[in-house]
């Protein structure tokens, strides 16, 4: 069996919607990105078996076959997409794992592209004839009772894990401050486009700040939530004969694992994930050097790190989405990119991990 690495890791800034990248279609935040991610490892369109690609507000078609054509990649490159919603980026990554590790290929981008500025409308139709209904959040359960707005999850998750405002506005804060120290350590990996080179959303955020927020569900406020945001994130995942022809810094991919739980508290499905990995790979949460755990909400982010039992220390160094943004389908993709080269600085092992609506969880595990 194949050992799969990735030598390549790459993203364009996050961008709140209707910002910069507002006249930009997912496919063309995509391609720079892409093209960026081959010229960091010394390779080209030639190479790649495939093209993975998690969009979760593309509406059908085939985004990554877009994404393909857009970035310039060989025809034969017919390009895969997956909607897992906000794990699909982090999915891709898996599924470039069992690709490689099969044999299948040995060349694989996979990441996730989203365009919240340029998605497209949706409306519900009906065969009596009643006019369309729009809507803003898909389904994600066949039980109206057990598929809450995103936002109330979250609050129900804050209350049953009696996790208070404050400390959720404690993390978004925390979130903010490391993303402003670490962004020259974050320029490498960020592809310019449209001029920008940097997330524009980081600031000084406080707790003063944070208390002005009023409330959207409960404790749940737009301080310690994650805006809805343009963006594009890739690794280039290969097997190891090509990573030591190749000669660039390296993550190993240990594992990775995809698990539901409970649909309506989707926050938590990553617990599961988490423990499953670790399980599997036979290491304690002691012993991961740096993790990467999506902050959809604070709340989330704290339920994650405190039932998985990974050191608080450890998680988010370069911050979180909450100082960044959430582009759906790329935010798995960016806690991989984020990873990778967290672990280029410091060695050791790493832990990726994202939920997704509908009680899904998702998490991987890098080792330089």
């Given at each position: 069996?194949?050992?799969?690495?990735i030598v390549a890791a790459m993203r364009s800034a996050v961008?709140?919607?209707?910002g910069a990248f507002a006249d930009l279609q997912f496919h063309e935040i995509a391609a720079p990105v892409i093209r960026a991610s081959l010229a960091a490892c010394g390779l080209d369109g030639a190479d790649i078996g495939e093209l993975i690609v998690g969009n979760a507000l593309g509406a059908g078609g085939n985004p990554a076959r877009l994404?393909?054509?857009?970035?310039?990649?060989?025809?034969r490159v017919a390009g895969l997409s997956i909607?897992?919603?906000?794990?699909?980026?982090?999915?891709?990554?898996?599924?470039?794992?069992?690709?490689?590790?099969?044999g299948q290929a040995e060349v694989v981008i996979a990441g996730g592209a989203e365009s919240y500025s340029r998605r497209p409308e949706r409306a519900e139709t009906f065969?009596?004839?009643?006019?369309?209904?729009?809507?803003?959040?898909?389904?994600?359960?066949?039980?109206?009772?057990?598929?809450?707005?995103?936002h109330t999850a979250a609050d129900a998750l804050a209350h049953s894990l009696g996790i208070p405002r404050a400390d959720q506005d404690a993390w978004a804060v925390q979130s903010h401050a490391r993303a402003l120290n670490a962004r020259p350590r974050l320029a490498p990996e960020i592809v310019g486009i449209n001029g920008i080179e940097q997330d524009p959303f980081t600031r000084a955020l406080s707790q003063t700040l944070c208390?002005?927020?009023?409330?959207?569900?409960?404790?749940?406020?737009?301080?310690?939530?994650?805006?809805?945001?343009?963006?594009a994130a890739f690794c280039v995942v290969t097997s190891g004969r090509i990573a030591r022809r190749?000669?660039?810094?390296a993550a190993r991919i240990v594992a990775g694992c995809t698990v539901g739980g409970r649909p309506d508290l989707p926050g938590l499905a990553p617990v599961a994930a988490i423990k499953k990995l670790l399980q599997d790979a036979a290491i304690t949460p002691d012993q991961i050097t740096v993790a990467e755990v999506m902050e959809a909400y604070a709340a989330q982010a704290i339920a994650c790190v405190t039932q998985s039992g990974i050191n608080p220390d450890i998680v988010n160094p370069g911050g979180g989405s909450l100082a960044r943004g959430h582009p759906i389908g790329a935010s798995g993709a960016i806690n991989a990119v984020?990873?990778?080269?967290?672990?280029?600085?410091?060695?050791?092992?790493?832990?990726?991990?994202?939920?997704?609506?509908?009680?899904?969880g998702t998490a991987l595990l890098l080792r330089a």
């Open positions: 069996m194949t050992q799969p690495c961008v709140p919607m209707n994404c393909a054509l857009a970035a310039d990649l060989p025809e909607d897992r919603q906000c794990a699909s980026g982090l999915d891709a990554l898996v599924l470039a794992d069992a690709l490689i590790r099969s065969a009596d004839g009643r006019p369309a209904r729009p809507y803003a959040q898909a389904r994600f359960t066949p039980w109206p009772d057990r598929d809450p707005d995103m208390a002005r927020s009023r409330p959207i569900s409960g404790t749940i406020t737009p301080a310690n939530t994650s805006i809805a945001a343009d963006g190749l000669g660039t810094p984020r990873l990778y080269h967290e672990l280029a600085t410091r060695g050791g092992q790493g832990l990726a991990a994202i939920a997704a609506a509908g009680g899904i």
